[in-house]
């Protein structure tokens, strides 16, 4: 219960932060395209992170099909014996957005130095998808605890009624997550054209 309400702690942060980046690209300047390192460098890991979270828990899916292979072919024991394995990887969805809030926020300070805004608002975009795939991603997570402990107890001979609701729920977190991963890299692409010097244009 405790870690559940870090992980929702950690969500509202991420959206608020988000939100603050979406509302300052207002105050942009124009001109000669400019981007302070320290969002190149928050960017860059605000990136790689997702990344990594979002192969964990494609990796978690994978696991999951096993054990329902092995559950279908009445394998119980073997459900025993790598459920719970493959709970503690589930560690691997959330180890990588630990410091995207810190990130998101570096990259929301810095926001109103580039140029020009228009790049900003787009910038800003990207920093939203990115928090809300964060909490799409922490929310998986839970739900994944919540099926294998599930596919313990139906191994086990008890009843796990919820199954359904929550493979259905995960897999529409799944879809929503690659949507928004989608809509983060679509947005950096447009935010990096923006901020490309023209030709015969040297950067400020």
């Known amino acids: 219960m405790e870690k559940g309400k870090e992980l929702a702690a950690m969500g509202a942060v991420l959206l608020l932060v988000a939100l603050g980046a979406a509302a300052i690209y207002l105050y942009t300047q ?60 589930l560690s691997k969805i959330e180890e990588p957005l630990l410091d995207m809030p810190q990130e998101i926020q570096t990259v929301a300070d810095h926001i109103p130095e580039v140029r020009p805004r228009s790049a900003g608002k787009a910038l800003s975009g990207a920093m939203n998808a990115a928090a809300q795939a964060s909490m799409e991603l922490l929310r998986l997570r839970q739900d994944s605890v919540s099926l294998y402990d599930g596919l313990e107890a139906r191994a086990r001979g008890e009843e796990f009624k919820e199954y359904k609701t929550i493979a259905d729920r995960i897999k529409r977190q799944g879809d929503l997550i690659n949507s928004l991963y989608d809509e983060f890299k679509a947005k950096i692409d447009t935010f990096k054209t923006l901020t490309s010097p023209k030709p015969n244009e040297q950067p400020s």
């Open 30 to 89: 124009g001109g000669t395209p400019f981007v302070p390192e320290e969002i190149n460098s928050a960017r860059s890991q605000i990136s790689k992170d997702l990344v990594k979270s979002i192969k964990a828990a494609g990796d978690s899916n994978n696991n999951l099909k096993e054990l329902l292979i092995l559950e279908s072919e009445g394998n119980t024991s073997e459900v025993l014996q790598k459920a719970p394995i493959y709970k503690v990887d």
